[in-house]
């Protein structure tokens, strides 16, 4: 059987994640830092519930061990849990701390606990959930955007160096996906992802069709790929056109 660890797995995206391999005969172990809505999940997919932070290398240590009694082996990481503060360059010291460490950091430390095993037995798979601010940026959070950059630059380095080694790696980058995450940024979110956004379960058939197809980029939404090819082929005009959005969102905001 499949061993399935799913980060940020009490609700949202990493939920929906847990119950499609729980359904495809993985044994999952659902990690949160809410303790109650990890059991939750894990109770339905009849898998096991890690209640803990992520975002210090004891918390990945003891997941990874945790999940390793819970299952015997880990095939499979799903790098999910993310958070999304408001701000930009006034952003606390604090606040950039924890991002980078629950964005980046989580995702470094476990495939550092994991690689050693992984490459001794030729095969594994760690997924990373990056979203579309990794690959083009997040209005209203520079935090979220600079971290999720990091968290694709890294699956991207794991990638080049050992996918001739048998390890897997997949980026998960949807724009706005109907969470409590886009439920959060209010007003600004929905005038930039309201329209746009698309249900957890659809995240899940476009990772399930990537891993069928051994994608790398799994964009739920498919539009994605032409903004991205946009920044990298005429940066200037993809960041006016961010800023006449930015614009847009500061007058929506103003008038409230």
């Known amino acids: ?18 119950r499609r391999f729980a359904a495809e005969g993985a044994d999952v172990v659902v990690a949160d830092l809410d303790g109650e809505k990890a059991a939750e999940v894990a109770a339905e997919v009849g898998g096991t519930a890690f209640a803990g932070d992520v975002a210090s290398l004891e918390g990945v240590t003891k997941l990874i061990e945790s999940a390793r009694s819970a299952l015997g082996e880990i095939d499979i990481f799903c790098a999910n849990a993310g958070i999304a503060p408001f701000g930009g360059a006034e952003s606390g010291e604090e606040v950039w701390a924890r991002t980078w460490d629950v964005n980046v950091m989580a995702h470094v430390r476990a495939a550092n606990l994991l690689l050693p095993a992984w490459l001794e037995r030729g095969k594994g798979h760690f997924i990373a959930t990056v ?46 996906v109907r969470t409590a995450m886009l439920e959060s940024t209010g007003t600004a979110g929905q005038l930039l992802m309201g329209a746009s956004a698309i249900e957890p379960e ?3 058939d476009a990772l399930f069709a990537a891993i069928e197809e051994k994608r790398f980029l799994v964009l739920p939404h498919p539009e994605v790929a032409g903004y991205y090819a946009a920044r990298a082929t005429e940066t200037d005009r993809w960041l006016g056109g961010m800023n006449k959005l930015q614009r847009k969102v500061e007058e929506a905001v103003g008038e409230l």
């Open 202 to 204: 659809q995240v899940a």
């Open 1 to 18: 059987m499949t061993g399935v660890v799913v980060t940020g797995g009490g609700g949202g995206i990493g939920a929906v994640l847990a």
């Open 131 to 176: 979203s579309a601010a990794g690959l083009l940026t997040s209005l209203g959070s520079a935090p979220y955007s600079v971290t999720k950059h990091g968290a694709l630059a890294f699956a991207e380095w794991l990638s080049a160096t050992y996918r001739h080694r048998g390890i897997t790696v997949q980026a998960i980058c949807p724009q706005g």
